[in-house]
């Protein structure tokens, strides 16, 4: 069992006054701290030392037809060997076409853009020399769509021989979306794929939209599908998200709490399937 958060810059004027015990492992933005010296640069590099840290990227592109930024890649590579980085994950989406996009936009579910993106993640692990870690991305629209998301997402990570981060409130922002059982996709999953699981909150703008914000605490309907994964698939590794609206440190580690209490209540196996 090991819970995780985002760690964010701001969060170190709280660090040495809260107890943080409770966290085993905090995720990072690569993007956002390996262009960074001084000060920050600093405090990262002693942190890294005394904790666990997981990158979570953000502009790989992945799905993208441009070619990879091998450059960028190297540099990732050069972060993650510095801090001592147990997993790198990144989004099965992209932000690029001929430019960065600023935002993360759905895959075709296409053999062709499957085959695609499984050429480019080995190219990427062949850099890399570890496997990738691919979470599965919320989306609004799905375009030339040929297969379902959840035999998309697979098709990648199996042909690619990569790991999955299954993102619950992803899931379940899509099930909402567009329409599907989110526990049967769940199900459909493989657990000797699944790496580690992000948990988050999100905005609901319509009864059938919701939007993946980041920026509101966890609701009840992922908090069940989280205890869903878990009687499904066994306590796994469980990060919350968040990106703005950031509250005290101390609510937010509530709510990784919260994660450790469900992980309690199943981890003796009684409640698995």
Known sequence: MSVGLGLRREMFLELDTVDTSIVDFWEV???NWMTLGGKYSKQL???SKSHTLYCHGLSLSIGSTDPLDEDFITKVK???ERHQVKEYSEHLSYCSHQGHLYDLLPIPFTEEAMQHTIDR???VQDLLQRRLVLENASYYCAPDRAMSEVDFTLGVIDGADCELLLDVNNVYVNSINHCYDPVEFIKAIPTEK???LHI?????EEPDLLVDTHGAPVCNEVWNLLE???RIHGVMPTLLERDFNIPPLEQLLDEVSQIK???????DGSSYD
């Open 228 to 230: 869903n994964v878990y």
């Open 200 to 204: 988050a909150g999100h905005f609901q």
């Open 45 to 47: 590099s002693k942190f």
């Open 261 to 267: 209490t469900i992980q309690n209540r199943y981890s």
């Open 121 to 123: 993640i080995k190219r």
């Open 78 to 80: 050069e972060f993650i």
């Open 194 to 196: 699944i790496r580690y």
């Open 29 to 31: 933005a690569p993007e």
